[in-house]
C-alpha cells in the first residue's frame, strides 16, 4: 500500500484500528489548544508521521523521505486537517477523544512529543 492510499484510508476515516482513549471528546477549545504542538502520529496502527500544528492554522507532515503541508481548523467538535498532496488535497474532520498528550479518533493516534 502507497503512502498516498494509507493516508486516504485513514482520511476515510473508517473504523478504527487502535482502541480509543479513554475521556471525553475533546471540545473545539480544546481541539484548538493542541496548537502549537508536535505530534508522532499513527495512521490506523501501520504508518507513523511526524507532524507539527501552529496556531496560524498551518501543519506539516513527514513519514520517511515523503513531506506535505496544509491547514487544519476547528468545525464544531472536531478537528478538520487539509493537506496540499495527501488525500488529494480533501479535508477530513474527526472528533478526538483523550488527554494529557494522547489523543486518538478517526483511526488516528496521536501522542505529543
Known amino acids: 500500500m502507497t503512502m498516498k492510499n494509507a493516508l486516504l484510508a485513514a482520511a476515510a476515516f ?3 484500528s487502535v482502541p480509543a482513549l479513554a475521556g471525553e471528546t475533546l471540545t473545539s477549545k480544546e481541539l484548538r489548544g ?4 508536535r505530534y508522532a502520529v499513527s495512521v490506523m496502527g501501520i504508518y507513523e508521521i511526524t507532524v507539527s500544528i501552529r496556531r496560524n492554522g498551518t501543519i506539516t507532515g513527514i513519514k520517511g523521505d515523503e513531506k506535505d503541508h496544509g ?3 476547528v468545525r464544531g467538535q472536531k478537528l478538520c486537517v487539509a493537506w496540499n ?3 488529494g488535497g480533501k479535508q477530513r474532520c474527526a472528533s478526538l477523544s483523550g488527554g494529557n498528550g494522547a489523543y486518538s479518533g478517526g483511526g488516528l493516534y496521536l501522542r505529543r512529543i
Open 34 to 37: 493542541l496548537a502549537p504542538g
Open 14 to 16: 473508517v473504523a478504527l
Open 71 to 73: 491547514r487544519w481548523s
Open 85 to 87: 498532496n495527501w488525500v
